[in-house]
C-alpha cells in the first residue's frame, strides 16, 4: 500500500502562484511515477503532468510554461509547481503513484484509471 496526502491548494488571484506537495509513505516511492491530476466540478478528470523515479517528466501541451512537476526522492514528496494561474484552473488536484516495473521504459501514463494510488485532493481556486 502508498499513502498520499496532498497540501499546498488554496485561493490565489489570477496570475498568482502555488506549489503543491504530495507525501508519499508505505512502499519504495522510488518504485512509482507519480502523477498529477486536476478535476474541475462536473469535468473529468485530468492529467496535469507526471514524474518519473528518475526525473523525466511529462506534462501536457496546456499547462506547459505554466506547471512544473518534480520529486524529491529523500523526502517521498512530489510538488507541482503552478505559476500564472488562471480562473480555469481551478479544480481540485489530485497526486497519484502508478507502480514501474523494473526494467520498464514506456512513457509516463496520462490515463488515470491506470494508476494505483490517491490522495484525498487538495482544492484550488483561482479568482479573476
Known amino acids: 500500500q502508498v499513502q498520499l496526502v496532498e497540501s499546498g491548494g488554496g485561493l490565489v488571484q489570477a496570475g498568482g502562484s502555488l506549489r503543491l506537495s504530495c507525501v508519499a509513505s508505505g512502499r519504495t516511492f522510488s518504485s512509482y511515477d507519480m502523477g498529477w491530476f486536476r478535476q474541475a466540478p462536473g469535468k473529468e478528470r485530468l492529467f496535469a503532468g507526471g514524474i518519473t523515479w528518475s526525473g523525466s517528466t511529462r506534462l501536457p501541451d496546456s499547462v506547459k510554461g505554466r506547471l512544473t512537476i518534480s520529486r524529491d526522492n529523500d523526502k517521498n514528496t512530489a510538488y507541482l509547481q503552478m505559476n500564472s494561474l488562471k480562473p480555469e484552473d481551478t479544480a481540485v488536484y489530485y497526486c497519484?503513484?502508478?507502480?514501474?516495473?523494473?526494467?520498464?521504459?514506456?512513457?509516463?501514463?496520462?490515463?488515470?484509471?491506470?494508476?494505483?494510488?490517491w490522495g484525498q485532493g487538495t482544492q484550488v481556486t483561482v479568482s479573476s
Open positions: 497519484a503513484a502508478k507502480f514501474r516495473r523494473r526494467g520498464y521504459s514506456g512513457g509516463i501514463s496520462d490515463v488515470w484509471n491506470e494508476y494505483d494510488y
